[in-house]
């Protein structure tokens, strides 16, 4: 009978990916500056008509890492990036990493209590946001975040206009600056500082059982472990791959890709808005991406864009999906166009470092599965309700896994590791929430998510974290929040809020109050957590426990 132990998956691996792969030396810093060298005169970024070679990479990326020296950061300090797929994140997140400091990717979508919340959870000394958001929230939240001392503003005038931004508005008490103020004053050189493959590299934050996001705490090995596990699943080419890649850097599959361009010598076409189609196909004909990466429901937007069913395909050799399920019949439809074959979907969860899971490249790639686990990525299923026995295969149960890329604590956040990192069978194994099967060749299907969970377009929202938000509203007595199918986006999911008055609130009109909540939200939350929904009711649905029966409510 097949297990687990037996790693079934095996025999489906492509020719030249070693099963039991690990690089107990690599560090992020290590394959950075030997891609560096190794592909100085190579292209490494396009960014909306100008070319970055890797030479000048790390150029500006040492000249970072000396203005964090000056400025007295020390290996351990932490560095927020606050903007989208710019090259100047790029540029930041390598020289953070070269000196030694922690790169922490801050939300361009983020809400203001939400940023406040996380800088100072990290005690951020430097944050490195984009112009409109730092004109937006960064202004208004200065004396709410006492530990950041230096903010630098980027622009893309800084990369595209000769003459530079303009001078960014002061901030008491906080020293700021423009990211061409760092390019052209300050010496390309870098201290001397050894980065060892244990020390934390990202915090990136992630949803919490207690409403409120967890830094993710990831090292240097167990990051670079997982790029070179990619070079090899993939069959990297070097030079000669051109990534499109939709994922934002401040997501965990954003940074994965990124780093994966800077690292193994590929090119990257920066991608600011994934929204944006026509900018997306006008890119992919002019540079004939080999690799693109996406959430299905960006994948299923190009789909209703009449310029990508006429794009010339033959460049690309995978489209890799993630984050959210790509619905069979829409990965049917986008490879008539793309070619048969090449979607390949993954499993990565912030916390795994990133990816455990995906569809080889050579040989089958299942429709409707996550594919096959990882080099020396061991994964079971375990009974739902004990979370101690394996369920049999074909079976549903909770994912669990072990291997070298996966996190090593929450931040600040004990109780919380030790639920997720718990002891099977005389080790350390990871209790992802997610539900999962397999079938007898090791391929894993998810078939369902944590219960409180709901996927918008890729974005995972967790319901406790907007209930306690709403609760904050004076009108609102109880509430709950589930998922409702987008019928715009196959796949993708609304947020709804089921909301119980108090009682002085109940004969007020609904509209208005519905209008009042609403814009109570765009205060203080990111948009893709905001309910599109609001439903009044006079008693919300109990358990038998008082807890709110969600079941009964979905």
């Not at 590929?266 to 808005?273: A, E, F, N, S, T």
Request: charged content about 25%; some cysteine; hydrophobic content about 40%.
């Amino acid at each position: 009978m097949t297990s687990y132990d037996q790693r079934p998956w095996l025999k489906f691996y492509d020719k030249g990916v070693d099963p039991d792969f690990t690089s107990p030396d690599a560090t992020c810093v290590n394959l950075l500056e030997k891609s560096f060298i190794d592909y100085a005169d190579h292209a490494a970024v396009q960014f909306m008509g100008a070319t970055l070679t890797f030479h000048q990479l790390d150029e500006y990326s040492q000249k970072f890492a000396a203005f964090l020296t000056e400025i007295g950061c020390v290996p351990g300090d932490v560095v927020g990036l606050n903007m989208p797929n710019f090259p100047q994140y790029l540029i930041a997140l390598a020289g953070t990493l070269r000196v030694g400091c922690i790169a922490s990717g801050v939300s361009p979508l983020a809400a203001p209590k939400e940023m406040i919340y996380q800088l100072n959870d990290l005690d951020a000394k430097v944050l490195v946001s984009l112009d409109a958001i730092y004109e937006g929230i960064v202004l208004k939240i200065k004396d709410e975040v006492p530990g950041l001392s230096h903010v630098v503003v980027a622009s893309a005038a800084d990369i595209l206009s000769p003459s530079g931004p303009g001078t960014p508005a002061p901030l008491e008490g906080k020293t700021v600056l423009t990211f061409r103020e760092i390019l052209d004053n300050y010496p390309a050189k870098l201290p001397e500082r050894i980065v060892k493959p244990d020390d934390v590299c990202f915090i990136q934050y992630t949803g919490g059982t207690t409403g409120l996001p967890k830094g993710v705490e990831l090292t240097h090995n167990g990051f670079a472990t997982n790029i070179l596990q990619w070079e090899q699943w993939i069959g990297f080419e070097h030079e000669n791959e051109t990534i499109l890649s939709g994922f934002p850097f401040f997501h965990v599959a954003g940074l994965l890709f990124g780093l994966i361009g800077m690292c193994l010598g590929g090119r990257q076409v920066l991608i600011p808005d994934p929204r944006n189609t026509s900018h997306i196909c006008d890119e992919f004909a002019r540079f004939k991406p080999t690799i693109m990466a996406n959430v299905p429901t960006f994948y299923q937007m190009l789909l209703q864009d009449p310029m990508f069913g006429k794009l010339d395909f033959s460049s690309i050799k995978v489209c890799i999906s993630g984050a959210s399920p790509f619905p069979v019949d829409a990965i049917k439809e986008f490879e008539k166009i793309v070619g048969k074959g090449k979607i390949a979907e993954g499993l990565g969860l912030t916390e795994t470092g990133v990816v455990i899971i995906a569809n080889p490249q050579e040989n089958p790639k299942k429709l409707g599965t996550i594919g096959i686990p990882f080099q020396s990525t061991y994964v079971k299923l375990v009974d739902l309700n004990t979370g101690t026995n394996e369920v049999p295969i074909g079976q549903e149960g909770e994912i669990i896994v072990r291997g070298p890329q996966l996190f090593k604590c929450y931040h600040n956040k004990p109780e919380e590791t030790a639920h997720a990192l718990r002891n099977f069978q005389g080790e350390k194994w990871l209790y992802t929430g997610d539900v999962a099967k397999m079938d007898k060749d090791g391929y894993f299907t998810i078939v369902d998510r944590t219960k409180d969970m709901i996927n918008v377009s890729g974005y995972k929202v967790f319901s406790r974290e907007v209930e306690d938000t709403l609760h904050e509203h004076p009108a609102i007595e109880c509430c709950a929040i589930v998922a409702m199918p987008d019928p715009d986006r196959p796949g993708s999911e609304l947020v709804k809020a089921v909301i119980q008055l108090l009682d002085s609130y109940r004969d007020k009109d609904r509209a208005e109050l519905e209008q009042q909540i609403m814009e109570f939200f765009k205060e203080n939350m990111s948009p893709y957590k905001r309910p599109r929904i609001i439903e009044f009711v006079d008693q919300l649905p109990l358990t038998s426990v008082g807890k709110v029966d969600k079941k009964v409510l979905r």
